[in-house]
């Protein structure tokens, strides 16, 4: 390290515990999110009273997150609290282009109302049917970004690696299309590990503990 890093790093003097503004409206995600970053507190806009929306037209999923992240800045920049946002979805090579950064919009016509979860896993299936297991390989992506300030952003892009099943495998943990992809690093589907045991093998959790290093 430089001596103008060390320099840099001593002035970026965070607080040890934190109260990060996650650009989603999703409870489910501020469940696992919180998780991965205990002790921070996760906020989301609805609890600052913040209406927040935001069209995703990235390429990649590192440009949904930092667009949405720029967006939600924009918006709560004057209550001085970091920003952070996220964008995952699952990638199947036999099936490209349709899920990847579409994959909460997979099987939607454009504009039109989304799919519930398992009616997007049952149509999954249905496209893999005749499939066999080489060809059913999947892998979930998750981008973060966390933004300190409007020069200060941390980004971290991890993945995890899988299969999709031939059937939804029903447990107690997960959301999505967690019941339906089998984790190879787990041994099992990403819907039955419990939570602090999914956070081991996600993308999402792998994301997140880059992040925190960086920090």
Request: charged share 25%; glycine share 8%; hydrophobic share 40%.
């Amino acid at each position: 390290m430089e001596s103008g890093d060390v320099e840099l790093s001593a002035q970026m003097d965070y607080p040890q515990i934190m109260r990060i503004l996650l650009a989603s409206s999703n409870e489910h995600k501020r469940h696992e999110i919180s998780q991965l970053f205990s002790p921070h507190e996760i906020l989301l806009p609805k609890d600052l009273g913040i209406d927040f929306d935001c069209e995703e037209n990235g390429e990649t999923f590192l440009d949904n997150a930092m667009i949405k992240a720029n967006a939600l800045f924009d918006v709560a920049k004057h209550m001085n609290i970091p920003v952070m946002a996220d964008d995952s979805g699952l990638i199947v090579p036999a099936l490209p282009s349709l899920l990847g950064v579409r994959t909460a919009r997979f099987g939607s016509e454009d504009g039109g109302p989304l799919l519930s979860a398992h009616e997007k896993n049952q149509l999954l299936l249905k496209m893999l049917k005749d499939k066999p297991d080489s060809e059913r390989t999947a892998f979930f992506v998750c981008a973060i970004v966390l933004m300190m300030d409007k020069y200060t952003v941390y980004c971290a892009v991890e993945h995890a690696d899988g299969h999709i099943l031939h059937e939804e495998v029903q447990g107690n943990g997960g959301f999505g299309y967690d019941p339906v992809f089998y984790c190879n690093a787990a041994g099992c589907s990403m819907a039955t590990l419990p939570d602090g045991q999914k956070n081991l093998y996600s993308h999402r959790g792998k994301a997140a503990r880059s992040i925190l290093r960086l920090i």
